[in-house]
């Protein structure tokens, strides 16, 4: 693991007045706990995995191409994943960190009221090019902003209109809430999982903080979402036809053990054993999670007790893929 990063402060762009989409109402007879200043909290986290071929396999009406499906362990996964969202009560906003929203300078939170466009997946634009349009929770977007700079991060407000929203976001975001009826604040990935062989993560636990007390002071029910595949090497060349699931299967075994290790210490909790054991992951695999939305989430959520329930595990191009839930200490499990 490389050298602990340095926290720096900068001014925050504030802009012009802030701007907040109205949150849906709750379902009619579910017991929602009131809301209001300082009565925030985070009523649940997941592993959220953004693979384009899930999008490409279930054939929505905003992405372009059309598939004859594949990948249903994992997708099957996140149907379980959204019938317990909505078991749940219909949280005020959803909260993304993804990896391809890439920052090198600081931490940028989405702060367009209204982000819509076209998101094209640069590697399979031939299976990825959606049509998104939904709603930001600027407030609450604005306040994370400003907790993250008051605990020393370089944090920025993101307002250009004309900035195209990352496929890993989108795909994440589509997959736990297809109705798009939710609004949504974005982060970026200022630990970039590309240029670096790993990732310092300890800014990630500052600003996993940073949004759980924004989040408290808001008054939102927020659910988190860390947009994660785990284990990353990946076939070169695709089959024929990209949903032939005679040809997936995972890069190797060693890739697949090391998986598997991660999981099983998911599963067994306390969720604290993860922070050592997610660095080893990511040397061992050049595992996705080096960009830090995994330790974010966990971080906001103070680490839960807790062991996460793994929803679904699979593979997409041989990379390896778990949908997980992770509730607050002290909430009653949704199996």
């Known amino acids: 693991m490389g050298g602990r990063a340095q926290l720096r402060r900068a001014t925050v762009d504030t802009g012009g007045p802030s701007q907040r989409a109205p949150a849906a109402e709750p379902d009619a007879g579910r017991q929602v706990p009131p809301t209001g200043p300082g009565t925030g909290r985070i009523v649940a986290g997941y592993l959220a ?8 396999a279930e054939n929505p009406p905003q992405n372009e191409p059309r598939s004859t499906g594949g990948w249903d362990t994992l997708r099957w996964g996140y149907e379980e994943l959204r019938r317990r969202l909505s078991a749940g009560g219909r949280p005020d906003v959803l909260i993304i960190h993804a990896p391809h929203w890439i920052t090198m300078v600081g931490h940028h939170v989405n702060c367009v009221p209204h982000p819509r466009g076209l998101s094209v997946e640069p590697i399979f634009p031939h299976l990825f090019r959606y ?8 407030e609450l977007a604005e306040a994370i902003v400003e907790e993250a700079d008051a605990a020393g991060l370089v944090a920025n407000a993101m307002r250009d209109e004309r900035v195209r929203v990352d496929y890993a976001t989108i795909g994440a975001l589509h997959l736990v809430n297809p109705a798009w009826d939710i609004p949504v604040v974005s982060l970026s ?22 949004t759980r007390r924004a989040i408290e002071r808001s008054g939102r029910r927020a659910v988190l979402l860390a947009s994660n595949t785990l284990s990353h090497l990946h076939w070169d060349v695709e089959p024929e036809l990209p949903e032939d699931m005679a040809a997936e299967h995972p890069y190797n075994h ?29 040397e061992a695999t050049y595992a996705e999670t080096k960009s830090g939305s995994l330790t974010w989430m966990l971080a906001a959520m103070g680490w839960p007790q807790a062991p996460g ?27």
């Open 49 to 56: 995995p953004h693979p384009p071929h899930l999008i490409y």
């Open 254 to 282: 060693h890739q697949y053990a090391w998986d598997m290790k991660l999981l099983d210490a998911i599963r067994s909790g306390p969720t604290s054993a993860l922070r050592p054991l997610i660095e080893d992951h990511i």
């Open 309 to 335: 329930d793994v929803l679904a595990y699979g593979t997409v191009i041989g990379t390896g893929n778990a949908v997980v839930e992770w509730l607050p200490d002290g909430e009653v499990g949704r199996g």
């Open 189 to 210: 990935a200022n630990n970039n999982p590309y240029y670096y062989s790993s990732a310092s993560l300890d800014q990630m636990e500052v600003l996993g903080a940073a």
């Open 131 to 138: 049509h998104y349009d939904f709603r930001t929770d600027v």
